[in-house]
């Protein structure tokens, strides 16, 4: 019997145990909705970031002006639909917090790290969950780097965005996911084993500010430690049951962020 595929990004991670009923919107049921310009943003920070970080890792020497082209360019020219007016944010402004989040990056924190891999490409790794059931984890790192440190090999993931630091540290609960499920794929990708994560927060709010936050191991998350199942676990009991359940009370339960929210029953 063929085995009960499902597929779940990286990225979305987050979303499903977030609200599962709107990631079976927009990841089973194809809802979609644009981007604001916030997403938009951050999305060039990445771009200049990634830019800047791949051009030290090949030995090219690349100036934060340089990186800050790719940004600009990604700015202007987005790959995916984008609502100019979400956010009230004009393409100036965004422009501007861009380009000082990205001189602070490659000012104060890239220096801090001694990356081996850039925007990553990751095979895919099948989990099977049992009774016919398998997880499929995709996605690319295009917001991660891999890092060598002492203690070993680290997944640093770059997080923008305005609440992203708070209190001066680097706000990590809710980030295992992605960052876990990142440190399963690059050590079937590689053959080598991670020791954790680390999230790299740059904020986009009106102050420029960066943290990085200290290691921690994601990947217990998602596989489950002594008795616990971890969060593949949890998903495969959704997709067995098809079952998604709504949750009204998300920060992101609204038509800005949810494209389910026309029809949703439980809002
Ligand atoms: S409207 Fe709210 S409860 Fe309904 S799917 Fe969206 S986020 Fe979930």
């Known amino acids: 019997m063929q085995p009960n595929v499902f597929t779940v990004r990286a990225s979305s991670w987050g979303r499903l145990f977030d609200c599962a009923h709107a990631w079976e919107g927009t990841h089973i049921l194809g809802m979609k909705k644009p981007a604001g310009m916030r ?3 951050g999305t060039a920070v990445h771009a200049g970031t990634a830019a800047y970080d791949l051009a030290r890792l090949e030995g090219k020497p690349c100036t ?17 639909e984008v609502d100019h007016a979400q956010d009230g944010l004009t393409l100036a402004n965004a422009e501007r917090i861009a380009l000082t989040a990205l001189v602070k990056y490659c000012a104060d924190v ?23 059931m398998v997880v499929r984890l995709t996605g ?32 990590t609960q809710g980030r295992a996911p992605q960052t876990g499920t990142y440190q399963l794929m690059y050590e079937q990708t590689k053959k080598v084993r991670t020791v954790g994560s680390q999230i790299i927060a740059l904020s986009t709010g009106a102050t420029a500010a960066t943290a990085v936050s200290p290691i921690f191991d994601a990947r217990r998350v998602m596989v489950g430690d002594e008795g616990q199942p971890g969060l593949i676990e949890h998903a495969a009991a959704m997709f067995r049951t098809g079952l998604f359940p709504p949750n009204p009370s998300s920060v992101l339960c609204s038509p800005k962020y949810c494209a389910r929210w026309a029809t949703c029953l439980f809002r």
Do not use: S, W
């Open 39 to 41: 997403a938009l943003l």
């Open 140 to 171: 690319t790192m295009d917001r991660a780097r891999v890092a060598e440190t002492e203690g070993g090999i680290v997944i640093p993931d770059v997080k923008t965005g305005l609440r992203v630091i708070q209190d001066g540290q680097a706000v």
């Open 64 to 80: 934060p002006d340089e990186a800050a082209d790719v940004l600009v360019d990604e700015l202007h020219n987005p790959a995916y």
């Open 110 to 132: 890239a220096p801090q790290f001694t990356y081996i891999d850039v925007e990553t490409k990751l095979d895919p790794l099948d989990i099977d969950c049992g009774r016919g």
